[in-house]
């Protein structure tokens, strides 16, 4: 599990092989992954939208950004959190992802909630 702080915003990550939706002879590998984002300041913060980096094993590189998470950009009070799943299609049996989330408080300042770098890898592929 990833596990990102930034201005009080917790962003835990974590990856998971979806198998039976994935064809490796297509080279097409599906991983899902649960975000959970915890409000562990004394603001009330609410997510605006996301920007995440994708790269798979051979190096290629995608962006993908978008208003808030899962058709939502939830608001959250101190001591709140967040929970949703997407996914994320690669080429390869092994990737990474990283990104940030961008925030709002209550009072208009704007931050980067900071997504750490997390890999995605089919198992038992690295050892």
């Known amino acids: 599990m990833n596990d990102t702080l930034t201005r009080g915003v917790r962003v835990l990550v974590a990856p998971r092989y979806i198998a039976e939706q994935s064809e490796p002879a297509r080279s097409h590998y599906l991983f899902a992954y649960q975000v959970t984002i915890r409000n562990e300041s004394d603001d009330t913060v609410q997510l605006l939208s996301r920007h995440w980096i994708i790269t798979n094993g051979e190096g290629k590189t995608e962006e993908v950004r978008g208003p808030g998470v899962v058709g ?15 996914g994320c299609p690669l080429a390869t049996p092994v990737g990474t992802m990283h990104g940030s989330y961008q925030m709002v408080t ?12 997390f890999r995605l890898a089919v198992p038992r592929v690295l050892n």
């Open 72 to 86: 939502v950009q939830p608001k959250l009070e101190p001591g709140e959190q967040f929970q949703y799943t997407s």
């Open 106 to 117: 209550d009072d208009g300042e704007q931050f980067d909630a900071v997504i750490g770098p």
